[in-house]
């Protein structure tokens, strides 16, 4: 089993949905979750952070934790195609939480 | 905003060849790591400094050095450069580490090994 896994899609909607994408992780003893987006051909970059179980919401972007059952979502209402990316969960881990697993992550297409 | 500049954007070498990949951060960040992506694998920790003078390996050290004599400037070494070292190398930096503290990415070197 992956340490971080998610699945690599790709995951088409259409503009003005609900995108909705999902990670689980291995250990339970992790703390902190974070979702980063990469666009082709560019580095990741922060989009949200979260260490408490429930949904945090910034803007159109919801992340929800779920320690129980291991799993973090990222859920992008109102999707635009500048939302088209590759969308990383990330995972620290180990002493100090140093070395951050990232997923594969999952390319999200949006239609026009 | 937080800046991490990596130096080159495209490099080619030689095997064999040694080669320095610098990155540089503007916002007194404590740690700084390198990770490799390849596709299929993703990223990768090679390396990582929470502090100055300090390292410590990564997933995939073997064949990578490191040096960091001041703050703001994280160095990866390839020793002896291999066609399997072929790949994009990401920088990163975060304030501290703990909870909430995510990662600022330069926008990467892509290294080719002939």
């Known amino acids: 089993q992956k340490e971080v896994e998610q699945n690599s899609g790709p995951l088409s909607v259409p503009e003005g949905a609900i995108a909705s994408l999902n990670c689980t992780y291995s250990d339970r003893g992790s703390q902190s979750f974070f979702w980063y987006r990469q666009y082709s051909g560019k580095s990741p970059e922060l989009i949200m952070s979260?260490?408490?179980?429930g949904d945090k919401e910034d803007g159109r972007f919801t992340a929800q934790l779920n320690k129980a059952s291991q799993y973090v979502s990222l859920l992008i209402r109102d999707s635009q195609p500048s939302d088209s990316a590759t969308y990383l969960c990330a995972v620290p881990r180990g002493t100090g939480g140093f070395k951050t697993i990232f997923g594969a992550g999952t390319r999200l297409f949006v239609k026009a | 905003d937080v800046k991490v500049t990596q130096s080159s954007r495209y490099l080619v070498k030689r095997t064999g060849e040694k080669v320095f990949l610098e990155c540089v951060q503007d916002?007194?960040?404590?740690?700084m790591f390198w990770y490799r992506q390849d596709p299929g694998l993703g990223l990768r920790l090679i390396y990582f400094s929470y502090d100055v003078k300090m390292k410590e390996k990564g997933d995939i050290p073997e064949g990578y050095s490191v040096s960091r004599e001041k703050k703001e400037r994280f160095s990866l070494i390839l020793e002896s450069a291999s066609t399997n070292q072929t790949s994009m190398y990401l920088c990163?930096?975060?304030?501290?580490?703990?909870?909430?503290?995510?990662?600022?990415f330069g926008s990467g070197t892509r290294l080719t090994v002939v």
């Open positions: 990163a930096s975060s304030l501290r580490q703990g909870i909430g503290y995510g990662y600022t």
């Open positions: 916002m007194d960040h404590e740690n």
């Open positions: 979260i260490y408490s179980n």
